[in-house]
């Protein structure tokens, strides 16, 4: 009767919930943990300047997260970001590094907050001496910086992290 359709919705809904919910409650922005979802074949490499680094075999693709520590005025400089902002910014750390500026072209910018915390999703593709990637940095404002950055030059690997680049987890207490 009643009380048994009752009795197996309640555990459905209880579902839909924890899903909703994703990132626990948010009493702060200490974050504890993360996940994202990977594309099959990635393994966690060494990579010199980054504090995690996921790459696939052929070297076609990788995944890196750089923590930073927050300045005083890092929070209003966040805030502040735009995509002209994110690719002047890039241009000029390449330029410094590689002597020669690169062409960026952007694919989107979006706030999408993350797990209730400030969040902007920035994703161009970028040329240089013949070469193209496309990048999708990630980056989230909590107690430190955390900035993912998605690399590829392949198109079916890409979908996959535009798709992993929209569901980051974070796990804050």
């Not at 490499?45 to 005025?73: F, R, S």
Request: proline residues 3%.
């Amino acid at each position: 009767g009643e009380d048994t359709m009752k009795k197996k919705i309640l555990p459905l809904l209880a579902l839909a919930l924890v899903v909703l919910a994703g990132c626990g409650p948010k009493l702060n922005d200490h974050v504890t943990d993360y996940h994202i979802d990977l594309p099959g074949g990635f393994e966690e490499i060494e990579m010199e300047g980054v504090d995690k680094c996921w790459a696939n075999a052929d070297q076609t693709a990788n995944v890196n997260l750089k923590v930073t520590a927050k300045a005083g005025t890092a929070n209003a400089a966040f805030k502040a970001i735009t995509a002209d902002i994110a690719r002047e910014t890039i241009a000029a750390a390449w330029k410094e590094q590689y002597g020669s500026e690169p062409a960026i072209t952007d694919r989107y910018f979006t706030k999408d907050e993350i797990c209730g915390l400030p969040a902007y999703q920035y994703s161009y593709v970028l040329e240089w001496e013949g070469q193209t990637v496309t990048q999708i940095l990630v980056s989230v404002n909590a107690d430190k910086t955390y900035a993912f950055a998605y690399t590829t030059n392949d198109e079916a690997i890409l979908k996959e992290f535009d798709a992993s680049a929209k569901n980051i987890q974070l796990t804050i207490e």
